[in-house]
């Protein structure tokens, strides 16, 4: 699935969006397009669009839609 994130600016950020979404149980893999302003997520089973948002809640970034 394809998760379009906003305020992502630097790699710090591509780091973190990959670490805070690894962390959500189902998650098999992450990786983060800085320039495309997305993540690319794969996993193993269905996992909400809250779930996303949740986990950048303490972050500076936000789920803006998610696809697929």
Known sequence: M?????????DNCT??????FSEIEGVD???VDLKGGFA???TSSEISEQAFKTALEDTAYEVVNIEG
């Open 2 to 10: 394809k998760v379009k994130i906003e305020g992502m600016t630097c």
């Open 15 to 20: 780091r973190t969006v990959k670490r805070v």
């Open 29 to 31: 893999e992450v990786k």
């Open 40 to 42: 690319q997520v794969k």
